[in-house]
């Protein structure tokens, strides 16, 4: 069955400091995989995407994020963090049906510190 | 525009009481969702629809119903409301396409349940 494994449930970083979140996935097959992120009291905004295809995948605000068959990993990373980044970042795998559905991990609250 | 919206934003209810939580999309998607967030837990999805009349269990449907009358209209229904129930609540919508399993949420509905 597919699911999504974020093991840091909190991370802390240094304004200015480069970001790496982590996301492991199960699927069986060639996944689908999305980084939505969550700011306070909102829902859930897309970041970026993976198809099959170049396994570095461009996101918006200067996010990006890898993804390793090998590893069964799909990690996000951002070179300098902004305050306006401070929010919870989720990862997610599409079962890839027409029905489109979605198995999100716990999620990952970040914390920017000045 | 928001292109889904979900009502009402906050709800307080009592125990055994009837709830009604609607969503209306206007990104005429034929896919949507509702998910439960919770603390820990991530999303985990309640109900889904791939289409005006259709309902799908998702992986916690014990105690919810769905309702799908339009295209635009998908509604989680919760008849006998319990405390367990109290949880943050997001309604999405997805294209059913191959090239895009993405999916677009709503800003969300606090429910408490007394």
């Known amino acids: 069955a597919q699911s999504v494994t974020q093991p840091d449930a909190r991370v802390t970083v240094s304004e200015g400091a480069s970001l790496q979140l982590r996301c492991k996935y199960s699927y069986f097959g060639t996944p689908y995989l999305f980084w939505y992120v969550q700011y306070p009291r909102q829902g859930l905004q897309l970041l970026l995407k993976y198809y099959p295809g170049d396994p570095v995948v461009q996101g918006v605000n200067g996010f990006e994020a890898e993804f390793s068959k090998s590893n069964s990993s799909f990690h996000l990373r951002k070179a300098s963090v902004h305050w306006s980044d401070w929010a919870v970042y989720f990862c997610a795998v599409s079962e890839g049906s027409n029905y489109n559905v979605l198995y999100f991990g716990s999620g990952t609250k970040l914390t920017v510190e000045p | 525009e928001a292109a889904v919206t979900q009502s009402p934003r906050n709800k307080v209810a009592v125990t055994g009481g009837k709830v009604t939580l609607s969503c209306n999309q206007t990104n005429n998607h034929n896919n949507m969702y509702w998910y439960r967030q919770d603390t820990g837990h991530g999303l985990r999805l309640i109900h889904y629809s791939y289409g005006a009349g259709s309902t799908e269990k998702g992986d916690i449907p014990d105690g919810y119903k769905a309702s799908r009358p339009s295209q635009e209209n998908f509604s989680l229904i919760l008849e006998l409301a319990t405390p367990s129930q109290t949880s943050v609540y997001f309604c999405?919508?997805?294209?059913?396409?191959?090239?895009?399993?993405?999916?677009?949420f709503g800003p969300g509905t606090r429910l408490t349940v007394l």
């Open positions: 999405a919508s997805g294209v059913r396409d191959w090239r895009s399993y993405e999916q677009y």
